[in-house]
RNA sequence: GUGCCUAUAGCUUAGUGGUAAAGCUCCGCUCUGUGGAAGCGGCGAUAUGGGUUCAAUUCCCAUUAGGCACCCCA
């Protein structure tokens, strides 16, 4: 008996204390929600603008969706996909990244009939499970626009460029980079790769244990490696940019031209690659110089994506941003936010009776589209009055059982400290009134 | 996944092998129909589990989470 009674207590205690968010993944309480507000609202005006529309896909994949558009080889799928069977035995994985989901959804749906391209874009959480740092969650946001079907036109590259730069822009985000490269289709990439293997088998011996691996399997990612043996022989590689066939040369070539004609600057970079199998030719990220939080944005071309699925080729070019990297990167240059000014009257009641007809004056002030704030489980006009200052209100209205008793309240201008009784019957119209008289004098 | 560092109240931070301290915040009172100030008071913590010990918040181990690096990415 006592035996039992101690393995409840301590399932208590734990169950009590201990519950923690998962790791990688957190709360996101309401003052931080404004930062939340910006992006999203941001985003929502430039794909309006730009003639986006939304798309919502679920959370949960086939897990088979995202081995065959991003890769078995990829890290995304080889280590840090969360998959889990379902009751009759399916594999699901809880989305990576957005743009497989869209690209099932566009063949899923036909809309490939709906008129060329379809521009489209998303917002939603992905998950990876890695290990947590600065800017890197298992759980996070991002919002992707994509452009698919149509030509294979770098006018659509452009565009998509264009957006996250305009993104960047707009949510006041400084020193921005943008690299670009062009990494080839089934013409040229595996010329490329050959030579990339060539060159690096005569020097095999001085690469880090990842690369020699990666040599067979994916020698593109050699490229990518940091380690200093590694990116010594980097230096004389060759480089994909002169390796181009004909047309993706014109491709990437018009892409740049394109940007040249809107006055967006970039960089090449020929070591940008990208651990998605999926691109091709053009690939971009966005980084902010200074706040290291990995590449804010990215994306790229991805013409084959659609025939891995069970498609067929269709031209399509996309790309992401994180909601958490751009929050770290604007707290970090001290972005402000644009405050809110909604405009909000304070009620406040004093005693029983009129604690029980506020609520049908805050109901008769929403009916008029006024924002009420209130305490009502307050008791003391002064604490009432406290959480008015603290809130900011500029008016409050004031209801006891004078102006019961009268068919009044009290209208006080929090500012100044003066108030006013007027009739219930007029309430809305005084408020009114001072709220044009307000905007007048701004 | 690997390595290093960290974990005390909602937040920021003291401190100790023997009753855990403060500032801010929050709640209340002074002031029961009038806020912003001040004073006073209150709520509230040693992440979890185990070990060493007469005694652990302190020392040790594990777990969990956070930070950083690698890897990779958004």
Redesign the pocket.
Known sequence: MPKKEKIVK?KN??AL??F???????DVLPMDQLWWDRIEKTAKELADFYNFGRIDTPILEPAELFQRTVGVD???VE?EMYVLKTKSGNLLAMRP?GTASVARAYLEHGMSKMGQPQKLYYIGPMF??????????RQ?S?VGFEIIGALNDSIYDAQIILLFDRLLKNLKIKNVVLKLNSIGCRVCRPGYKKQLQNYYKNHEDGLCG?CKRRLKTNPL?LL????EECVKLKEKAPIFLDKLCASCTRHFKAVLEYLDEIGISYGLDNTL????DYYSQTVF??LAEGV????????GRYDYLMELIGGRITPAVGG???F??LIEVMKSQDVKLPVKSTRKVFLIH??DLAKKKSLKIVEELRAAGIVVAEALG?E????Q??????QKNLIAL?F????IFEESI?I??????L?ETVLLSKMVSEIQRRWREKSEIN
């Open positions: 301590v205690k734990s204390n201990s923690q968010a998962p790791k990688g993944m957190r990829s890290d995304i280590k990244e990876r499970h890695e290990n947590p740092q600065f800017g890197r969650l996070f991002q990842d990612r990518d490696c940091k380690k690659v990208r651990g998605l990220e966005f290291d939080v990995g590449s804010l944005a990215g994306g992401a941003v994180s958490e990297r004093v005693g307050k003391s006009i002064k604490s009055l406290k959480v008015a200052d603290k004031i006891g059982q004078k102006e009290i006080r201008d929090l500012h100044t400290g108030q």
